[in-house]
């Protein structure tokens, strides 16, 4: 099984700046790409971004320009760096991964591990 832990959520200002750390645990090895999604209130639950094994990434349009996302297979920890927030980011975010040999019973929306959430909210 693989473990993930977010952290870093919290409250900020329009305009400001957090940043959100995942730490990964468990069956490391099965871990192939990593990513950041989102639960907005009131929307369906999105994708965020993507980091693939190589470092290539991916953004949702919405976020591209502002936020950015990183690993560092050292520390089994993924980042997702967030600038110049915005209320509309508000919600759970959550740190996702999908398992290079298969898909697992928590599969949801393209990826297999889902950490427990972490909640960010912009105020206006």
């Known amino acids: 099984q693989v473990l993930l832990a977010e952290s870093g959520g919290g409250l900020v200002q329009a305009g400001g700046s957090l940043r959100l750390s995942c730490a990964a645990s468990?069956?490391?090895?099965?871990?192939?790409?990593m990513g950041w999604h989102r639960q907005v209130p009131g929307k369906q639950r999105e994708l965020v971004a993507l980091i693939y094994p190589g470092g290539s990434t991916t953004y949702a349009d919405s976020v591209k320009a502002r936020f950015t996302i990183s690993r560092d297979n050292a520390k089994n920890t993924v980042y997702l760096q967030m600038n110049t927030l915005i209320p509309e980011d508000t919600g759970v975010y959550y740190c996702?991964?999908?398992?290079?040999?298969?898909?697992?019973?928590?599969?949801?929306?393209?990826?297999?591990?889902w950490g427990k959430g972490t909640l960010v909210t912009v105020s206006s």
């Open positions: 468990g069956s490391i090895s099965r871990i192939n790409t």
């Open positions: 996702t991964a999908d398992d290079r040999y298969g898909y697992r019973p928590s599969r949801a929306y393209g990826m297999d591990y």
